[in-house]
């Protein structure tokens, strides 16, 4: 039951994720954008450049306040990798019997005792 509720929200945030990509490409672009825009605002000297590159540093800011929904996107993304991460660390490990051979079947058991 535990396998089959990870694996239902797997499908939700994944179904969230794709819903998301556009959005969150776009916000990608112009985060990547602004800091363009901010790099070329730190180097113009002239008043009128600088007045330019904040007036197209407001629309780029803008288009990413619109996009702000993206994030919606990237927490789904994350979720799918702790789902994907919680899914892969169960592993089953198998002793030999105790009367055996071995001699590191104890040093097995103690250790996997230490690690829970």
Do not use: H
Request: aromatic share 14%; proline share 3%.
């Amino acid at each position: 039951m535990k396998k089959f509720l990870l694996f239902i929200l797997a499908l939700i945030a994944l179904i969230v994720l794709v819903a998301n990509i556009g959005p969150m490409i776009f916000l990608g672009a112009s985060l990547f954008l602004l800091y363009v825009i901010f790099k070329q605002f730190m180097k113009s000297t002239s008043t009128g450049g600088k007045v330019m590159w904040v007036i197209l540093g407001l629309i780029v800011l803008s288009i990413a306040v619109s996009n702000l929904y993206a994030l919606i996107g990237i927490a789904a993304a994350y979720c799918l990798y702790v789902l994907y991460k919680k899914c892969n660390n169960e592993k089953e490990i198998t002793f030999n019997k105790p009367g055996s051979d071995d001699p590191f079947t104890n040093f097995e058991r103690q250790w996997a005792d230490l690690n829970k």
